[in-house]
């Protein structure tokens, strides 16, 4: 397809410390069009920022590896490029903000400085022009007084401004494709709702793609179209939003969507949430991964490791119970436990 | 009525800060909390809500005076903390227990967790040596853990695990007042629900009063019966969750509570966006410390404080608009 922009295909990815290796990603398959939306679900240690790095090779040379899958962008296999080839799609076609806005800048150099090095590594202008840009870029991610703003430190900045230097670092050479690793996590909600709604505006004025990876499935029903449900280095559901949260398949999203506190949550009846921790990587899996923690296992899923099969309208599901012949029934208050009054 | 707990008067805490003249005194005062009145009752939730900035941390601390208030009072069961001698504070302070944000940082790495349990009981002087092993292993089993982890080190445990160990050692001397600084914000969904449960689970059960500061509108919702709207260190509007959710008063709050991610990919939520940021508590701006971001700011707001107006009995809110 002529508009398909990212195919990531059986990535996997895997830690070295010592002798022990962590798979950290597991066989990571999934594709992604021209200006749209992916969110990337799960719970810390899943898989998802790893992933996200990975399309940069951005993860550490000395203990990391990819260990098999190919990175298909724009045509060319991104494992395959040279450190220098990279170096000119890092930042240039595909750009990156992440969670943390007061770490991830250089507090020894005026925003300004950053933004036009930036503009400078990967366009041949004056330093002029490139401050020139810098200026407009500021101004598109909304600061107000960016004449003034240009030559000040990033400590002088909110977070939330901050988080909006970054946006216009990424932004400054027009990506094709913005990996944006949890943006809004370390705001508060005021500012969470102002980011993401810059986040909207930008993609629609410059027609770029988003990977947006997030905890927060509210983050993922504002911002996305599709959403990969992460467990273990594994991908265990993918769909639309819409189809996710009408139809969701596997028992894993059914958790994270029961443990999520809406509006109706009942304050007297407890919360519902997943027992028990996501498997040691570090150890061999055998089995569906969830298995320790699905209230539906069944022997099957200690033995074997379902793979992600896709299901008609574009829903794939990795569940011994969830295929095309196989259906599963979903309980209400499966992940409820016990409950508890109030005097 | 009901019996209140706590009750804070006129509270407030400038921190000076360091003139750039060195020796010389700076007159600049950072307001962190300027002017903070409110009640806790028995057995209740009381959430305390607002931007990170706005003083919600500082008010937990001046609470139980782990930072002197600059001026203020705080009556705890009608005893006021504030003028209160070093030892009777001490004993007093026995019945208000804290629990931290970060589990990482809140437990000492070099203690066993049956120590770092045992600590407050030590320190107060209660019990045995084999008395205390025994509290310690009651409590362990109270908060779900196994009683064996008492001679375990905190970096055997995860983040919803450290937790507890911090709710066992804040409930160690029987306390009647608890208040959470954001207990659960490092915590992943799954582990946060469960901790959210314990901590209810326990409130039940020993009648506990908490102040639950949190910046998780979605947390304090669930968890509390009373909500305090806080911004640039005042409340700026009180009530009960059901008061503070479905009619909000002040514009803050329902920009706040706007702001909340959408729940569901249906529904057509409209956000009220704020412009900026919370301002300096250096140099707030003047009258309604809120007018520079408010949609709604009249001329008045920019030269006249607000007073809190009453609208129900329990429903409190500074603002112009309502009268």
Request: charge should be neutral.
């Amino acid at each position: 397809m002529s508009d398909q922009l990212l195919t990531v295909n059986n990535l996997s990815v895997a830690f070295q410390s010592g002798s022990i290796t962590t798979k950290a990603v597991n066989g990571v398959s999934f594709s992604l069009n021209k200006q749209e939306s992916i969110g990337i679900v799960g719970e810390s240690g899943s898989g998802k920022s790893v992933t996200a790095t990975s399309i940069l090779r951005l993860i550490p040379r000395s203990f990391a590896k990819i260990t098999s899958g190919e990175i298909i962008f724009q045509g060319r296999d991104l494992i395959k490029l040279s450190a220098g080839q990279m170096r000119k799609v890092r930042g240039n076609d595909i750009s990156m903000i992440f969670q943390d806005p007061s770490t991830s800048l250089n507090p020894v150099f005026t925003v300004g400085n950053q933004l036009v090095e930036t503009i400078r590594a990967h366009r041949k202008i004056s330093k002029k022009a490139a401050k020139q840009r810098a200026l407009e870029l500021l101004d598109l991610v909304g600061i107000p007084a960016p004449d003034k703003r240009i030559t000040m430190y990033p400590h002088e900045f909110s977070g939330g401004m901050r988080q909006r230097v970054m946006i216009a670092i990424a932004l400054a050479c027009d990506p094709q494709l913005l990996i944006a690793d949890e943006p809004t996590t370390a705001l508060d909600v005021t500012v969470q709702a102002q980011i993401l709604n810059l986040m909207k505006d930008l993609q629609e004025q410059l027609g770029m793609a988003i990977i947006m990876i997030t905890h927060d499935l509210g983050v993922v029903w504002e911002t996305c179209e599709q959403v990969l449900v992460m467990y273990a280095g594994r991908i265990v559901e993918s769909a639309t939003v819409k189809e996710l949260y009408q139809r969701p398949l596997h028992p894993y999203t059914w958790g994270l969507l029961d443990s999520q506190i809406t509006e109706s949550q009942d304050s007297d009846a407890p919360l519902s949430s997943i027992p028990g921790s996501p498997p040691d990587l570090s150890y061999e899996v055998t089995g569906c991964p969830f298995v320790e923690r699905c209230p539906y296992a069944e022997a099957i899923c200690h033995q074997e490791t379902p793979p992600l099969q896709q299901l008609a309208d574009g829903h794939a599901v990795a569940c011994h119970f969830q295929t095309g012949s196989n259906t599963l029934e979903r309980k209400e208050h499966a992940y409820r436990e016990g409950t508890f009054t109030r005097s | 009525m009901r019996e209140p707990l706590l009750e804070v008067e006129g509270l407030k805490k400038h921190f000076p800060v360091s003139s750039p003249i060195p020796f010389k005194k700076s007159d600049q005062r950072v307001k962190a909390v300027d002017g903070l009145s409110f009640k806790v009752y028995k057995g209740e939730t009381l959430g305390v809500v607002g931007e990170s900035g706005c003083g919600k941390s500082t008010m937990a601390r001046l609470v139980n005076q782990l930072i002197k208030p600059s001026d203020g009072v705080v009556n705890f069961k009608e005893a006021n903390l504030v003028d209160m001698d070093a030892e009777r504070l001490r004993l007093t302070r026995q019945k208000i227990q804290m629990v931290f944000q970060d589990p990482y940082a809140s437990l000492d790495p070099r203690l066993q967790v049956g120590q770092l349990i045992a600590e407050p009981l030590v320190i107060h002087k209660v019990g045995t040596t084999a008395t205390r092993k025994k509290r310690v292993e009651e409590l362990l089993e109270t908060v779900g853990l196994n009683k064996r982890y008492a001679d375990r080190f905190p970096h055997e445990f995860s983040g919803g695990q450290r937790q507890r160990i911090n709710i066992a050692r804040a409930l160690s001397l029987n306390p009647e007042l608890i208040i959470c600084d954001e207990p659960v914000s490092a915590l992943d969904v799954s582990v946060q629900a469960q901790v959210i449960n314990l901590l209810k689970k326990l409130q039940a059960e020993f009648k506990l009063t908490y102040i639950f500061i949190s910046h998780d509108l979605n947390v304090v919702r669930y968890m509390c019966d009373r909500i305090a709207v806080m911004y640039l260190g005042r409340i700026v509007e009180i009530g009960t969750y059901e008061e503070i959710y479905k009619n909000p008063q002040h514009p803050y709050t329902k920009a706040l509570f706007s702001a909340i991610p959408k729940e569901n990919p249906f529904a057509d939520k409209e956000h009220i966006i704020l412009k900026g940021t919370v301002p300096s508590p250096l140099n707030p701006p003047t009258g309604c410390h809120f007018h520079e971001r408010c949609p709604v700011a009249m001329d008045i707001c920019k030269t006249k404080e607000p007073n809190m107006i009453t609208s129900k009995d329990t429903h409190q809110a500074s603002c112009h608009l309502i009268n």
